[in-house]
């Protein structure tokens, strides 16, 4: 343990004294920050407008069924979302679907500030369905369509001024991602997801209702969809819109720096230049290790975890806070 403690002084102290060691690709040590969670290939994220009723009744049963995740752009001023309240407010938020902002009633407005208001009731109302999450927090923002240009008087960099005031961050653009409009078929949409899987991409598709309400998805079409989903899971990180956008952001700010000790310890800093007050999530490093080190410890603060390497890597999380991570043979 002694000998454990001093490998890890002198690593911490080769880390912050900026003397970062260079290794060849397949050098024990060398680290890479994957380009999603968990190294899948890509980030899919399934969203869902309008808080439909079949939202309710069939989207989030399937989904729960399944496993999967999706994010949700809600209208809590709409008679629809009313009809659900109980569902919108705590149900579906307790159940850890992500809640978006997609304006209060989707209405539009007479004046630049009534549109500010459509925005910021949004967010009050999803802060009231969510008092045990961090506030403020980035909420992801779903520009609402079919709305009449008299009825959404803002400009573009107003626009995007109060999206920032309200730390929110906007979709991809709802063409080509729609359900029922880019896509019919579950085939279809299929073949958006190996698409992302073959360009490494963040990818998502919008739908309105599912089995009912608007712009129709058959409920089979749907279902065709998500167990394709759960069959490509090994490549797809499904996830929601927020916790891919802040991934995407740290890792892009991300900095790695690798120290080997003796090739008894190796030790990496990670750290991003993304604000840690919104972008908390942990990222995913692959470390190639000794070919001897079958299963090792990774120790980064009070988080303290075994991995057992693959092909000579181990895949793990870690905050990118430049709090040391030392790992180890097991
Ligand atoms: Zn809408």
Known sequence: MKHITTCVAILLFTLTGNATVTHAADAPGTTRVAQWKGDKACAFILMFDDSCISDVKTVVPELTKRQLTGTFYVNPGSGHYAAQRKAWEQEIPAAGFELANHTFTHRGGDTTADIAKEVTACNDAIHAATPNLPWPRLVSYGQPGGI?????????????????????????????RGAMIAFKTSDQMLAHV??????????????????????????????????????????????????????????DAATVRVAVDDK????????????????????????????DWKTCTVTQGETHGTVAARD???????????????????
């Open 194 to 251: 190996d698409k992302a899987i073959a360009g490494h991409a963040m990818e998502c598709i919008v739908f309105h209702g599912v089995g009912g309400d608007w712009i129709v998805t058959p409920t089979e079409v749907f279902t065709g969809l998500l167990d394709g989903l759960v069959a490509r899971r090994d490549k797809v990180w499904i996830t929601g819109h927020i916790p891919a956008h802040q991934y995407a952001t740290e890792r």
């Open 264 to 291: 008894s310890i190796i030790g990496v800093m990670l750290t991003t230049t993304a604000d840690p007050q919104f972008y908390d999530q942990p990222l995913t490093l692959v470390t190639r290790v000794p070919a």
């Open 312 to 330: 000579g890597v181990i895949t793990y999380d870690a905050m990118p806070s430049g709090k040391p991570i030392v790992i180890a043979k097991k």
């Open 148 to 176: 009449k240009p008299e009825r959404w008087p803002i400009t573009k960099e107003q626009l995007a001024d109060v999206l920032k005031e309200n730390h929110l961050i906007d979709r991809p653009d709802f063409g080509g």
